[in-house]
């Protein structure tokens, strides 16, 4: 059975950071949102840094008739987040985070608000990994690092427990993230990693500086064929 969703990150609506105005994150969110319909798409899910303030209500209204999953990133805040969705929340450690069987894969959405991933968490994370069926994650931070400036201020704290525990599953194992604003994909063993561009705006890949483009806001469809999994970005110029 085909299912396509689309992976949306990074929206940052209504942040003053970098365009000082209310106006340009939510039209290039706009922008997406009617690329993600137009190619036939209901379901998506968004890996964290919504939005500020009257950003997250605005988020939420445009998508409240599709099916949506989160997982939350390091600029959301959970107490403003479960007002409009709760699925999967940890009320004592404030934190959202599920699993679920889709298709032929387990599917685990990861709460990495807080630039780790808390004991709790990785509790249950290590028992949901028991299947035997291919692995789907859906996290803000990449888990599996790279050789740029973003990865050296913003890595996943405690990735290395991540990575042991799933260097150890004979599953195929397949991460979708965002956190780094940039297209990005590489395998580690059993593990292919996605990074997906922001709505935003786009970080450059560079090894030593941070260059931020706002050129360009893009997002990812998946596609769930049986035990297969294919996916392509979608780039969209922004005119100025």
Sequence with gaps: M???????TDLHLDEEFP??????????????????????????????????????????????????????????????????????????SRKIYKSELQNDFKII???SSSGNIDHKQFKWFEEEIKSS????????????????????????????NLIKVLDELPNKIYIFCGHYHMEHALTHRNIHQFITPAVAFQIKKDRFKIKTTTTTSGYRIIQFDNNEIISDVKNIDIAK
């Design 19 to 92: 365009f000082g105005n209310k106006i340009s994150a939510r039209r290039r969110f706009d922008i997406i949102l009617a690329s993600v319909r137009g190619n036939g798409i209901n379901s998506i899910v968004c890996t964290g840094d919504i939005g500020v303030n009257e950003g997250i209500q605005y988020f939420f209204e445009q998508l409240e008739k599709m099916d949506l999953s989160i997982a939350l990133g390091n600029h959301d805040d959970f107490k403003k987040i479960e007002k409009h969705y709760s699925m999967g929340a940890d009320y004592s």
């Design 109 to 111: 959405y990861l709460d």
């Design 133 to 160: 069926k291919p692995i789907v994650i859906f996290i803000h931070h990449p888990i599996i690092g790279v050789d740029l400036k973003v990865d050296e201020i913003g890595r996943l704290r405690n990735r290395e």
């Design 2 to 8: 085909l299912k396509k969703v689309a992976h949306i």
